[in-house]
């Protein structure tokens, strides 16, 4: 073998090199995207479970207040206004994550929709909060007012778990947002 070879097969092995590195790239690339789409999907399942819930409960917890609790009528009627309140701020950022589409916005672009969504879920938060206070206040007068030891501790058992996973879907939706913000995809 003579040098004018050994220089040929050695441009030839670093185009190979440079060809792998070029495919290494586009591969991390591409899992990189599809782990970001795969957390958005999974951002957007929880949103859309979050928005039907707030929905499905209204026909289920309000005849149980009249009923049960013997709530009057505009109790109940808040109860269900505060439920579909709900179920518009679920069904809006569910709409707001929908319509991140990764594949072709720049990243500029995703990275302004993900601040609007975490400015929107703060905004949804305090409402939120406003609003369960302004319904369970009342609620807890009704059910001391009926006086049963066994509904009073499951009322204050309901308060507890339901904060509980309250502050773990807002946590765990936090950190989705915060990973397709940083493009960090690993579970």
């Known amino acids: 073998m003579d040098i004018d070879e050994l220089r040929q097969n050695w441009n030839r ?5 440079e ?3 070029e495919d290494n790239w586009l591969l991390r690339r591409e899992r990189d995207m599809m782990g970001k789409v795969s957390m958005q999907s999974r951002l957007l399942r929880q949103c859309t ?3 039907i819930l707030s929905f499905v409960a209204i ?3 309000v005849p149980q207040l009249l009923t049960i609790f013997g709530c009057p009528l505009w109790y109940t009627l808040m109860y269900a206004v505060a439920f579909l309140i709900f179920g ?16 072709t916005m720049p990243v500029s672009e995703v990275m302004r929709r993900v601040q609007g969504i975490e400015q929107l879920r703060r905004h949804n938060m ?3 909060y406003i609003i369960a206070a302004i319904v369970l206040i009342p609620l807890f007068y009704f059910i001391y007012r009926i006086n049963d030891r ?3 501790i499951g009322a ?8 509980s996973c309250g502050f773990f879907i807002k946590k765990r939706s936090d950190e989705m947002l915060k990973r397709i913000r940083e493009n960090d995809i690993s579970d």
């Open 19 to 21: 060809r792998l590195e």
């Open 88 to 103: 518009f701020m679920n069904n809006n950022e569910r709409l707001m994550v929908k319509s991140i589409d990764l594949n």
């Open 13 to 17: 092995m670093n185009l190979r090199v």
């Open 156 to 163: 204050w058992i309901g308060l507890v778990a339901g904060l």
């Open 150 to 152: 066994a509904l009073i």
């Open 59 to 61: 026909p289920i917890l």
């Open 126 to 128: 305090i409402t939120g």
């Open 49 to 51: 479970v979050r928005t």
